[in-house]
């Protein structure tokens, strides 16, 4: 694996953990591959060499105190960190099949985008209608055929399991749904232009216990179609929706493993500590 | 124990009695001082209508100015205002939107950007003669534009610049973060991301900016006394709209004109006292134009904030 020549001085735990050949689940062919990941806030270190492959059509949960870095890594996949001033990447985030890599300055962070679809941690719908904030990805990518978007619309709506709820409101706005519908057509929007990798970032800590279920649940169907990067602040979510699980601390990939082993027998005295509630 | 509880308990009591005196006091200062302004407004524009009483009546919608007082009317000035507020309004908002847009969402954040937004900011306070200079020196004879509704528009294009920049930006920071990124996260760019969302959410902040800009411009006098308005005209601009292809003109854009402002201002230096009626009369008509463009800045900036709730 890459990062075991490349480790940070000592001190650094250099986590390079081949997902294969773990009891519990089996890791799929990685979809994407953080490699020797190094990610910094103006002379903020935040991201320290991490190495992580995220099996394809699996569910990878970050999960770690807060300040841990986790939102930053899963923002470093879709690049939303261009949008700020004075950040920098170092390493490579590789993507399957084509070995693009993510973070690589020749690649145009639009174009990784389009390919990465992006859960947010408050729902975030468009004040458009429900239609106009499913159809808007696909409106970027020059669809302009009514049929077409009508069709995509709908099976991204029942791909995120609001379908049968919002069928009859389709030109309302989608304001005027509950947080939990709302953070469905969310996932809806990002599900329409089919990404290859979904990136949740913590999708239901605006929400109440009922609507959480049914994403958690909704997130455990998905994974059949995408790939799925979840950071999570609730480890009991983590245990539900995932089949493997990351801890992170303080910028640092401390320890990856099929989340039952992770949840039961981790091989990291900080992990377990974070798992048993001794911090965090 | 107890007693000690109680003696706390009291003074608790007596500290919230107080300050909920000085809470009502608060209120009782804040309403007298509301309704003394709105009562010096309100004075201010009886009194006009009461000057202004004898000369109310179409004809003097209708009326060119006349040497007597009771035949002048205020065509030609309001009509020389109200297309001067349309090209005022037409130059500003492309101009200040797009400052606005470039300064909130493209601007690097460095000193020169700083200047420039620091400048922003004090040009709203340079005094509104000092544009009329400008103007005189620029546009009239510079650009050679004359002393036409074109030079007056732009003008008070200039003036309110600021205002429409300010508030303009205002509204475009108003949009959540949550937002941007949510359409920067599907792959849109920065400009899709401003012309799908941002600029669309904050229409409302937009022209509510713009009307207020338009209300301070319609009561300007200074500036377009110094680029040569005339106090006395009895024809009005070429019209608009003409019977021969391609029905559009653009002539009245150099025609002289008048403005409201000015044609008061004529009205209060005559010596003849009837003339006071006249200029009576003309202010409470402009003073009901500048709050009927608030009142529509309102109902715009109202409806916007109903179909957008964050």
């Known amino acids: 694996m890459p990062g075991d020549t490349n480790a940070e001085p000592a001190g650094t735990p250099s986590v390079s953990i081949s997902l294969e050949g773990r009891k519990g689940t089996s890791a799929n062919a990685p979809k994407a591959r953080a490699e020797n990941l190094d990610f910094w806030y103006g002379s903020n270190h935040a991201l320290k060499n991490i190495n992580l492959a995220i099996p394809e059509n699996q569910v990878t949960a970050l999960i770690g105190p807060s300040g841990c870095g986790k939102s930053t890594f899963l923002r470093c996949f879709n690049r939303m960190h261009d949008l700020q001033p004075d950040t920098r990447y170092k390493g490579a985030i590789t993507l399957r099949p084509d070995d693009v890599n993510l973070v690589g300055p020749e690649t145009d962070p639009i174009e990784v985008r389009m390919r990465i679809g992006m859960v947010f941690q408050k729902p975030n719908p468009f004040p458009k209608s429900v239609f106009e904030n499913v159809a808007y990805g696909l409106r970027l990518r020059g669809i302009r055929n009514r049929t077409e978007l009508g069709d995509r619309v709908e099976k991204a709506l029942r791909g995120a399991a609001i379908w049968d709820e919002v069928k009859a409101r389709l030109n309302d706005s989608a304001l005027a749904l509950s947080g939990g519908q709302m953070q469905r057509i969310c996932i809806a929007r990002a599900l329409a232009t089919e990404p290859e990798i979904l990136l949740f970032d913590e999708p239901t800590s605006a929400l109440d216990p009922i609507a959480t279920a049914k994403i958690e649940e909704l997130i455990t169907e998905l994974r059949k179609r995408v790939t799925v990067l979840i950071v999570t602040h609730n480890m009991q979510q983590a245990a539900r929706v995932s089949d493997f699980t990351a801890f992170m601390y303080l910028g640092e990939l401390v320890e990856v493993d099929a989340t039952s082993k992770i949840f039961t027998n981790p091989s990291k005295k900080a992990t377990e500590d974070y798992i048993t509630g001794r911090y965090g | ?310």
């Open chain 2, 1 to 310: 124990m107890a007693a000690t509880a109680q003696l706390a308990l009291e003074e608790i009591r007596r500290g919230l009695g107080w300050k909920k005196q000085l809470d009502k006091l608060f209120v009782i200062l804040g309403l007298l001082i509301m309704i003394g302004c709105l009562g010096i407004l309100a004075y201010l524009f009886l009194d006009l209508v009461r000057d202004g009483a004898p000369r109310f009546g179409w004809k003097f919608f209708t009326n060119f100015p006349s040497r007597k007082a009771e035949n002048a009317g205020i065509l030609s000035p309001a009509v020389g205002t109200s297309l001067i507020m349309v090209v005022t309004a037409l130059v500003s908002l492309p101009i200040g939107v797009a400052a606005a847009i470039y300064l909130e969402e493209y601007a690097p954040k460095n000193w020169f950007t700083g200047i420039i937004e620091v400048n922003v900011t004090n040009l709203a306070g340079v005094p509104s003669i000092v544009y009329g200079l400008l103007a005189l020196g620029l546009f009239v004879y510079q650009f050679g534009l004359g002393q036409s509704i074109l030079t007056a528009g732009l003008t008070l294009a200039l003036l309110i610049l600021p205002i429409v920049i300010v508030a303009t930006r205002e509204s475009l920071r108003s949009v959540p973060k949550a937002i941007r990124e949510a359409a920067y996260g599907l792959g849109a760019t920065r400009w899709e991301v401003t012309k799908d969302h941002v600029l669309p959410y904050s229409t409302g902040g937009i022209l509510t900016g713009l009307i207020l800009g338009l209300s301070r411009a319609i009561g300007e006098t200074a500036p377009i006394i110094t680029i040569g308005a005339l106090a006395f005209i009895a024809f009005l601009p070429p019209s608009p709209v003409t019977g021969q292809f391609p029905f559009l003109s653009f002539e009245w854009l150099h025609s002289e004109f008048t403005a409201m402002p000015i044609q008061m201002f004529n009205w209060v230096s005559r010596p003849d006292q009837a003339f006071q009626s006249n200029a009576a009369a003309a202010g409470a008509i402009l003073l009901g134009m500048t709050l009927a463009m608030n009142a529509i800045a309102i109902v715009i900036r109202y409806r916007f904030r109903k179909k957008i709730n964050w």
